[in-house]
């Protein structure tokens, strides 16, 4: 049984208000040194059978219809 | 300038409804072959200095105290 994670995260140019929310609470709290923060969403999702590469085309689809949203959000699939 | 990345999942004891509905939903889509599916939060975090010791202490502090809730979720930081 083999464990694959999908990162989806905003695309660079579509604005991130969670991650700004933290980014201007973090000096607040006595953080400093922090630029930028971006909030994204991380699934890891349990395969009966190997990563193999078929099993990998068949997560990249799961992600492009119902994790990701392709039109704002990127994802990478990647192998634990 | 070095990027951070702090993974947050819910603990493996704590209930994830958002993953078990992802789960239930893949075969129904026609999707086969994947077991427990968990949701959770990524974060990238820019930084403005070096990502030395120092630096991933602190954002250490700042998962614990502002990204992550340390009563059902657990936390990973890594230089991206």
Do not use: H, Y
Request: net charge negative; glycine share 8%; proline share 5%.
């Amino acid at each position: 049984m083999a464990r694959v994670v999908v990162d989806v995260m905003l695309k660079p140019e579509i604005l991130d208000p969670q991650g700004q929310a933290i980014s201007r609470k973090l000096p607040q709290m006595g953080f400093e040194g922090i630029g930028a923060v971006r909030q994204g969403k991380r699934f890891e999702l349990e395969l009966e059978g190997e990563a193999d590469e078929e099993a990998l085309d068949r997560v990249r689809k799961i992600a492009e219809t119902l994790l990701a949203n392709p039109v704002i959000e990127n994802f990478e699939v990647r192998v634990l």
